[in-house]
């Protein structure tokens, strides 16, 4: 099947840094690609959708300013989490879109803000 | 937004035993998917649906999809404790963004 890589795996930041997380589609070209926030024991909530060489589209309530997206190619989206605070701790999950169907997902990123 | 809902929330049974999931959701879908989450750890793609189905195999696994209902379940057979994860449905809505819309999710515990 279609493998999707995230980088880095756990992250540890201080509050008031900045945190990129990568997604990577190692084995196809993804023109979309999804990224969820998901709390303890909670359900994933999609955040954004990224799409190649276009600007990202937002759900409500998710500040766009505060979470940066970057899709620059086919194969890698990026999430920044800028000025972080604590209550951004949490795990973030990409995925990406090969077919019209079928979303292969990352295996997460663990974000703790300290 | 949110939209499924799951039901049990958990569910804990004996090696050997079927567990059953169910899903409800509210609005409209071109096909409905379910996945597996272990602790910690990204999601496994299990099965898909579409909306012209009704039923679906594979391996252990059987799903149904109730469209007049909106309901889904997942019937997983002969369970082992290999099995013990999480179980989200996620359903996708119709339009070339095909954005999925999780269910909150059952913590299915399979003892040995």
């Known amino acids: 099947g279609a493998v999707v890589s995230q980088h880095p795996s756990r992250v540890i930041c201080k509050s008031g840094t900045s945190v990129k997380i990568e997604c990577r589609s190692l084995?196809?070209?993804?023109?979309?690609m999804f990224w969820y926030r998901q709390f303890p024991k909670k359900s994933l909530m999609l955040m954004a959708t990224?799409?190649?060489?276009?600007?990202?589209?937002?759900e409500q309530g998710v500040e766009k300013d505060k979470f940066l997206i970057n899709h620059a190619s086919l194969t890698l989206s990026t999430l920044t989490v800028t000025s972080a605070h604590p209550e951004d701790s949490s795990f973030y999950i990409c995925?990406?879109?090969?077919?019209?169907?079928?979303?292969?997902f990352g295996p997460g990123t663990r974000l703790t803000v300290t | 937004s949110q939209q499924g809902e799951e039901d049990p929330q958990a569910l804990s049974i004996q090696e050997g035993e079927n567990a059953t999931m169910n899903c409800s959701y509210k609005?409209?879908?071109?096909?409905l998917q379910w996945y597996r989450q272990n602790s910690g750890r990204g999601l496994v793609h299990l099965i898909l649906?579409?909306?012209?189905?009704r039923e679906k195999h594979s391996g252990r696994l059987r799903v149904t999809l109730d469209t007049s209902k909106k309901s889904s379940s997942l019937l997983i057979t002969a369970s082992r404790a290999a099995d013990t994860a999480s179980y989200f449905c996620?359903?996708?809505?119709?339009?070339?963004?095909?954005?999925?819309?999780f269910g909150s999710g059952t913590q299915l515990t399979v003892l040995p």
């Open positions: 995925s990406a879109r090969r077919d019209s169907n079928e979303q292969y």
């Open positions: 084995d196809f070209q993804a023109t979309t």
């Open positions: 990224s799409n190649e060489g276009s600007k990202a589209t937002y």
């Open positions: 609005t409209s879908i071109n096909n």
């Open positions: 649906i579409r909306s012209n189905e």
């Open positions: 996620a359903t996708a809505a119709s339009g070339s963004a095909r954005q999925l819309t």
